[in-house]
């Protein structure tokens, strides 16, 4: 039998996963469980390819994966069905049938992710997961101001875990703006691609920035220094959202893959 290529569009909360990737058996995985899920409404096995790899602890609204079935199910079964299958702390939202070149992977020309920041002397109970947090109050418009300085395509070594298996560290931010909504610091960042801790890595550094202990200029010493130690923390995972992923428009997809969340 011919088979079908399938896009999902797909997000979780990643507080009770050990990231996105498949890992030993036994070890709870959004992968593991979605292709599980799939694999039961297909009545065949089924293994997905992700748009980027989420780490524990980190959220999506807006992953992207496909799949190959010669199972015939209706696009509305996929969504339906499969989310029958799945715990409550993963979603499938849509899904598309994509011709046979479509890659979640390597047909992305962008991706986006949202990071969130609580600012409150008293740690949040609620949104323990889902935020990160810090008792300072910080300089949103100095954190802004530094981020424009990562803007283009430049060596993100600096910001790039030691882990990273990525075979170079270029990669270009089109797009990246802070701002305040009451207690919280938004963050969105858009780019081709990110490497190993990227987001995470540039929030501790403006965090850095936004408490006073560094200038703005501080932040493009650091990235010219291509040095990871001369950096900020890593940021919690907490915080960190994937909200969208963009592809070519012949692909069919969604405008936009993901929803942005918000608090506040």
């Known amino acids: 039998m011919c088979k079908t290529r399938i896009a999902l569009g797909i997000e979780y909360n990643g ?18 469980k979605l292709e ?27 992953q ?5 079935t010669t199972a015939r199910r209706k696009l509305k079964a996929w969504v339906a069905g499969t989310n029958a299958q799945l715990p409550e702390d993963v979603r499938v939202r849509w899904s598309r049938q994509v011709e046979d070149s479509f890659s979640a992977r390597f047909s992305a020309t962008a991706r986006s992710y949202r990071y969130i920041l609580f600012m409150s002397e008293v740690r949040p109970a609620i949104l323990a997961n889902n935020v990160s947090w810090s008792f300072a109050e910080l300089d949103v418009t100095k954190m802004h101001q530094a981020a424009q300085l990562l803007l283009g395509e430049k060596d993100f070594s600096a910001f790039r875990a030691s882990q990273c298996q990525a075979r170079h560290a270029r990669r270009c931010v089109q797009q990246i703006s802070l701002r305040q909504s009451g207690p919280y610091v938004l963050m ?21 920035i936004g408490c006073h202990e ?14 990871r130690n001369q950096a900020g923390i890593t940021a919690p995972a907490a915080g960190l959202y994937m909200v969208n992923v963009q592809y070519p428009q012949l692909f069919g997809l969604p405008p936009r893959t993901g929803w942005l969340p918000a608090f506040g």
């Open 36 to 62: 599980m899920a799939l694999s039961k409404v297909a009545n065949q096995t089924i293994r997905v390819t992700c748009a980027g790899r989420t780490d524990t602890g980190v959220h999506a609204t807006g």
């Open 214 to 227: 560094r200038p703005v200029d501080w932040l493009k010493e650091v990235l010219n220094s291509r040095d």
């Open 15 to 32: 507080s009770r996963f050990n990231g996105y990737q498949l890992q030993q058996p036994g070890t709870r995985t959004v992968q593991a």
């Open 188 to 208: 969105d960042i858009q780019a081709n691609a990110f490497l190993h801790h990227m987001v995470r890595n540039i929030m501790g550094s403006l965090m850095v």
């Open 64 to 68: 992207v994966v496909h799949f190959d």
